[in-house]
């Protein structure tokens, strides 16, 4: 099964401390992933993309394939950077996405 | 971006009424939908992908006669739990794809279901 992994439900940092939220998906050949963000009260939203390879709000995520991972950082945090980050994969079957359980991150000031 | 919208957002009823829930796409052209359901402090776990013109595909494990999904027109699906249960109650979120090739969801601001 084309599986999801963000092993840390809640994250909290500092202001201005720098923040990665983990990502691991089980291998497939060429995944597809994708960063989407949740903000209170507010729908889900795409944050970023790997295959884009851009910084969105400062944050980045690489695709390790040595790894299986697509971990996204920022390397200063801020206060309306909290939120639930899911990290999704394309699934089995065109754009069916495969979501991780998702991080609540919290950003204190 | 692209715009989905969802109606109603919060329902209320009675166990063993029949919910309908709206999700349409604004200013986009939608053969393929999908439907959510979001438990609290849970992620969300696809329930099923509506096509237009032709029966949904539902993932394993969701009762497709519990939950009657209908492709109407290019930008309207309709999710219909039938003789809803408290069980039932749950956030029920769609999506549509777009953007250019890259298999960007656009999210609809979700349902809230409360079976009493």
């Known amino acids: 099964a084309q599986r999801v992994t963000q092993p840390e439900k809640l994250l909290s940092v500092f202001k201005g401390a720098p923040v990665e939220l983990k990502c691991n998906y089980s291998?497939?050949?060429?995944?597809?992933l994708f960063w989407y963000v949740q903000y209170s009260r507010q729908r889900l939203q795409l944050l970023l993309r790997h295959i884009s390879r851009e910084s969105i709000k400062g944050f980045t995520a690489d695709l390790n394939k040595g790894e299986t991972s697509f971990h996204l950082k920022k390397p200063f945090a801020q206060e309306e950077d909290s939120a639930m980050y899911y990290c999704a994969r394309v699934g089995r079957g065109a754009q069916k996405l495969v979501f991780g359980q998702g991080t609540r991150l919290t950003i204190n000031p | 971006g692209a715009v989905v919208s969802q109606h109603p957002s919060r329902v209320i009823c009675k166990s063993g009424t029949s919910v309908k829930i709206e999700c349409r796409s604004l200013d986009f052209q939608a053969t393929t939908m999908f439907w959510y359901r979001q438990f609290p402090k849970q992620s969300l776990m696809l329930m099923a992908t509506?096509?237009?013109?032709?029966?949904?595909?539902?993932e394993q494990g969701v009762e497709k006669d519990k939950f009657l999904i209908n492709h109407a027109s290019l930008t309207l699906s309709t999710l219909t739990v039938t003789s809803a249960h408290p069980e039932d109650s749950s956030f029920y979120i769609c999506s549509a794809p777009g953007g250019a090739g890259y298999n960007e969801q656009f999210f609809g601001p979700g349902t809230r279901l409360t079976v009493l």
């Open positions: 291998y497939s050949g060429s995944p597809e």
């Open positions: 509506s096509n237009e013109g032709s029966k949904a595909t539902y």
